[in-house]
């Protein structure tokens, strides 16, 4: 693996606002090269908001680069041909296409072959559920199964860093659980990974780094077990 301390996301004073509400209020964060960055919070805290600033699908205040490059006005393709990967809420997938269409939609902004073939493979390896269903109409999938696909979508843009909103949400605990040992096996890759969460105890527990929004704002940040261990989080988020 690369330098640990080499940041790959930068985010500096970042605003959200729709109209005269502003959903997102001044962060600054950074999440670095190999790591696992949580932002938790609950509903209505800014954490979508804040994902589809970085992946360039909603206009925003401040400053956002990615490996070094500003990503300011630049378009959302534009930001995936990059590797920013967006698993987005509600996981966007077409659910009348097959898991093997919605797969290999995934790798639509890149030229090699050989390594979209190559990261296929990977993909079925991680996924045995997602193989044994290639021709599966992907609406007939089940929630757990629909959010593994759009993370192989993701996998197959061959990103650097994913952004995953609200992976484990509406979701049988088991695949929950499924899910995050795969998150954990896409980063020992070497992928860089923004998760936000509601689920403040999954997401804490799997970060190298946290943060927690409340109406917007970054109020606090740390290591994921710092985290865990703040009053504040164990109050309202954990039900301690
Ligand atoms: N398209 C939109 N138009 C107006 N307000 C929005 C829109 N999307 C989100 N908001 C508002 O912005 C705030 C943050 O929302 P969001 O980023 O979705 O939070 P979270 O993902 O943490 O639940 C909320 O108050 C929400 O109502
Ligand atoms: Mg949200």
């Not at 164990?234 to 039900?239: H, K, R, S």
């Given at each position: 693996m690369e330098n640990m301390s080499e940041v790959v996301l930068?985010?500096?004073?970042?605003?959200v606002w729709y109209d005269d509400i502003?959903?997102?209020r001044s962060i600054s964060f950074e999440v670095r090269r190999g790591e696992i960055f949580s932002l938790i919070g609950g509903n209505g805290a800014g954490k979508t908001s804040t994902l589809r600033a970085i992946s360039g699908i909603c206009k925003f205040r401040g400053d956002i680069s990615f490996?070094?490059?500003?990503?300011?006005?630049?378009?959302?393709?534009?930001?995936?041909?990059?590797?920013?990967?967006?698993?987005?809420?509600?996981?966007?997938?077409?659910?009348?296409?097959?898991?093997?269409?919605?797969?290999r939609l995934g790798a639509w902004v890149r030229k090699d072959r050989q390594a979209v073939a190559a990261d296929l493979e990977r993909v079925m390896k991680i996924f045995p559920r997602l193989q044994e269903r290639l021709q599966q109409q992907a609406g007939t999938l089940s929630g757990g199964e629909q959010q593994m696909l759009a993370l192989g979508r993701a996998i197959m843009s061959g990103p650097q860093m994913l952004l995953l909103d609200e992976p484990s949400m509406g979701i049988a605990p088991l695949l929950v659980r499924e899910i995050y040992r795969v998150l954990a096996e896409i980063n020992r890759m070497g992928v860089s990974i923004l998760l936000v969460e509601q689920n403040a105890n999954l997401a804490l527990r799997i970060a190298n780094r946290a943060g927690l929004l409340e109406t917007g704002q970054l109020v606090l940040t740390g290591s994921g077990e710092e985290l865990l261990g703040a009053p504040r989080i164990?109050?309202?988020?954990?039900?301690a």
């Open positions: 930068w985010v500096h004073d970042l605003e502003q959903a997102v490996m070094g490059k500003n990503l300011v006005g630049i378009p959302a393709e534009a930001i995936v041909a990059r590797g920013l990967a967006h698993v987005p809420e509600g996981r966007g997938i077409f659910g009348n296409l097959t898991v093997s269409e919605n797969l164990q109050e309202v988020y954990l039900g």
